[in-house]
């Protein structure tokens, strides 16, 4: 009997631990070592890992049907801000914002989102100074656990901002809330954004061009299930706003200085990029693009021909 007590009691501790343990992982202090560490499993593992360098010259030239994102634009109420010890999260969202269209095959709904800053991915080896992450879990599975564990199952929009002296007006709402959910204390505890808020005030624009490529989530369990959307559109943010981010403490009260994880063998996966045709630009605009070149390559052969 007390054999039995003592044994339920390890096997509780034991869980507790591979619980709480599998949340200590962290990223490394970029100031005092170049080695990434190691995260376990998958992360060490895996041949289809996120984030990777990106190009467009390495691209493979996609058209599909133009994306359909729904409800982006409503008024989200009370939305929950969260430190988790890694990012600063937004969820429990009221309105629900579906993404279908582009590659994706199914439909899909926006869980949450949360920022990396400095940005995850790079484009030819260029690093923005902040990644935001849209992540939507295939509407086929019930959660996104069940989702991480297939390949369609979680597709995320990963969008870049660029510095800028004009301030992204979405982040700006998140950094107004920032003194609640600072400290290390605060970590798990979610709190409600009171502000009026949108996803189009962080990503003003949705609906141009992409690279695509199948990868995986970017933080333990790294898991193998990723449709990524990666915008071609960059958005302004100011140096100072992501600033106020790296005074967020992670465990143990440390700062949360960045939250990047390093770039990953691209394994010679195809990264399609795309231009949706009926993409912001009017129509006339592109005519009038394509008769300058008309007249260039004119203005050439007549110059040749003399
Ligand atoms: C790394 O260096 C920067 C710049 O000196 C500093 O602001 C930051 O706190 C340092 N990060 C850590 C984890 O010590
Ligand atoms: C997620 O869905 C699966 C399959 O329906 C279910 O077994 C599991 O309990 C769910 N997990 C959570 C955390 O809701
Ligand atoms: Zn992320």
Wanted: aromatic share 10%; with cysteine.
């Amino acid at each position: 009997m007390v054999n039995g007590n003592l044994l339920t009691s390890f096997a509780v501790i034991l869980l507790f631990q591979s619980v709480v343990g599998s949340d200590h992982w962290s990223y490394p202090d970029r100031n005092a070592t170049n080695v990434f560490p190691q995260w376990g499993g998958l992360c060490d593992t895996g041949n289809r890992q996120s984030p990777i360098d990106l190009s467009l010259s390495g691209a493979l030239k996609g058209n599909f049907p133009d994306f359909e994102f729904h409800n982006y634009d409503k008024t989200l109420t009370s939305p929950s801000l969260l430190n988790n010890g890694h990012t600063v999260k937004l969820s429990n969202f009221n309105v629900q914002m579906t993404l279908t269209g582009g590659p994706l095959t199914d439909k899909f709904i926006v869980e949450e989102v949360h920022l990396h800053w400095w940005s995850e991915h790079t484009i030819d080896k260029i690093r923005y100074p902040m990644e935001a992450h849209i992540v939507h879990r295939n509407t086929r599975y019930a959660n996104i656990t069940e989702a991480a564990s297939h390949k369609n199952g979680i597709a995320v929009v990963g969008v870049l901002f660029h510095a800028s002296n004009e301030a992204n007006k979405g982040i700006g709402k998140i950094i107004e809330n920032i003194e609640f959910i600072n400290s290390a204390d605060e970590i798990g505890k979610p709190v409600k954004i009171e502000q009026k808020l949108n996803l189009r005030e962080f990503f003003p624009k949705l609906s141009g061009g992409y690279l695509s490529y199948p990868g995986s989530l970017t933080t333990p369990s790294c898991a193998e299930a990723v449709t990524w959307i990666v915008l071609l559109d960059t958005f302004p943010v100011t140096l100072d706003q992501v600033n106020e981010f790296k005074g967020i403490e992670t465990y143990g009260g440390k700062k949360l200085t960045d939250n990047y994880r390093d770039v990953q063998k691209k394994n010679n996966r195809p990264v399609l990029v795309v231009h949706q045709e009926s993409s912001d630009a009017p129509a006339s605009l592109r005519a009038s693009t394509f008769s300058l070149i008309g007249s260039i390559v004119v203005l050439y052969i007549s110059k040749v021909l003399q």
